[in-house]
């Protein structure tokens, strides 16, 4: 679906929630904006919940046909999920294209994604989306123009197109399986190097791939975009105590997430999973920053990550003065954190000194028995930890060591498998 240089216009329902409409219909801008639309207004109306045909109320809707035609509108994206007979409903009456929030962030991901993997994803998580939504396609689809799928229109070819997406959606889910599999075969060859993985997660666009650049000194791509990660990325970080880790940039989270990428996305954010800490940035400079960083919680817990060290990296100070009282009082209340701009050098061994701090709770001493055959572990530990002790016996060589528990472990498994 190609949306650029498109006017739009927005639709939102204000529920009187914490996260209030003006918020999220600023998301959707920012939405539209990365996926190359230019926003022409928006339209919103106070209810408890959308309209069941029209997603605001009639009255409503029936006002928009002349401001449309006015400003050449071709375009109206609602804030929230429509059924397949709403979005139906409002293209009759509107006679432009409808897309809602979900919609909208599949097709950003769509242009987003670069590795097989990802791109395999976002179309299962489109032709999910599609499929009930199919009918609706094919009877407005000669009114709107363009779109998904061009051929006639008819009963025979729609139960045909449909039976070719649910096959699609079979082999996609097949081939992921084995993508899956080569991943993990990857991640393995990782865990063989034993290192601490940390995983840099948060909300979009919180500046995660700054974060990533200015830790490695590699080049991520950094914009100023929603989602401009979306495929994890993995670099080494040497720390003030010469010891390394691996740093691994995540897809950022977001409010509204559509639940067919939550699934289709669960594999990337094994990453998090995996990871032995977290580094959680979050942006101050937006007004509500405690909610966003509430929604991005929500979700660790929801992949069972609260419980990992986790170093809160508090974002753009250069941006936040407007927020600074409010930020003041946050603080009162954390531990374990800093204030930085990414975009300043300045900060990095304060940063890195900071994750050493939080790696360094979990370090104990232990006593390895290695046979001579991996020497190469004996030159890890003298590399990567501190050696109390060492001995060398008729069999095998003796380390008392101390080391980070968390390594310790990786390397118990790398001695013993």
Same mark, same amino acid.
């Given at each position: 679906m190609n949306l650029d240089n498109h006017k739009v216009l927005l639709l939102g329902i204000d529920k009187k929630e914490e996260w209030s409409l003006? =918020?999220?219909?600023?998301?959707?801008?920012?939405l539209a904006k990365t996926a190359g639309l230019s926003v022409a207004g928006e339209v919103t109306q106070v209810r408890t919940a959308p309209h069941y045909k029209y997603y605001l109320g009639s009255g409503k809707i029936r006002e928009l046909p002349p401001l449309l035609k006015d400003q050449d509108i071709q375009i109206v994206i609602t804030d929230d999920e429509l059924t397949p007979s709403q979005q139906k409903a409002l293209e009759e009456i509107l006679?432009?294209?409808?897309? &809602?929030?979900?919609?909208?962030?599949? =097709?950003?991901?769509?242009?987003?994604? %670069?590795?097989?993997?990802?791109?395999?994803q976002v179309e299962l998580a489109q032709l999910e989306y599609m499929l009930p939504?199919?009918?609706?396609?094919?009877?407005?689809l000669s009114k709107l123009g363009g779109g998904i799928g061009t051929r006639g229109p008819g009963e025979k070819q729609l139960e045909v197109d449909k039976r070719q997406i649910r096959k699609r959606i079979i082999l996609i889910k097949k081939e992921l399986k084995s993508v899956k599999k080569h991943r993990h075969t990857t991640r393995a060859k990782r865990q063989n190097i034993p290192l601490l993985t940390g995983a840099l997660v948060g909300y979009t666009n919180a500046g995660k791939s700054t974060l990533m650049n200015l830790l490695t000194k590699a080049s991520v791509l950094v914009e100023n975009k929603l989602f401009a990660t979306l495929d994890p990325t993995t670099r080494k970080v040497i720390l003030p105590d010469n010891s390394e880790i691996l740093i691994t940039d995540t897809v950022g989270f977001i409010k509204k997430l559509p639940h067919q990428l939550v699934t289709s996305f669960h594999s990337t954010l094994e990453e998090v999973q995996e990871a032995d800490f977290l580094i959680h940035v979050l942006d101050v400079s937006h007004p509500k920053f405690e909610i966003l960083l509430q929604t991005s919680g929500e979700l660790l817990q929801e992949l069972n990550?609260?419980? !990992?060290?986790?170093?809160?990296?508090?974002? %753009?100070? &250069?941006?936040?003065?407007?927020?600074?009282?409010?930020? %003041?009082?946050?603080?009162?209340?954390? !531990?374990?954190?800093?204030v930085i701009s990414a975009l300043d050098p300045?900060?990095?061994?304060?940063?890195?000194? %900071?994750?050493?701090?939080?790696?360094?709770?979990?370090?104990?001493?232990?006593?390895y028995h290695i046979p001579y055959q991996r020497m190469d572990i004996v030159d890890l530990l003298h590399t990567k930890a501190q050696v109390l002790h060492e001995e060398y016996q008729d069999q095998e060589i003796v380390l008392k060591v101390k080391v980070n528990s968390i390594l310790g472990d990786k390397l118990m498994g790398a001695l013993y498998k």
């Open positions: 003006t =918020d999220s219909l600023a998301e959707l801008a920012e006679a432009v294209k409808i897309i &809602d929030r979900t919609q909208l962030i599949l =097709d950003i991901f769509a242009v987003r994604a %670069k590795t097989h993997e990802a791109q395999l939504r199919l009918t609706r396609m094919w009877t407005h990550t609260s419980d !990992k060290p986790c170093l809160l990296i508090l974002n %753009k100070l &250069d941006q936040a003065q407007a927020n600074l009282p409010a930020l %003041k009082l946050f603080l009162e209340h954390q !531990k374990n954190y800093l300045e900060y990095l061994p304060l940063i890195l000194n %900071k994750i050493n701090q939080l790696l360094a709770h979990y370090y104990d001493v232990r006593t």
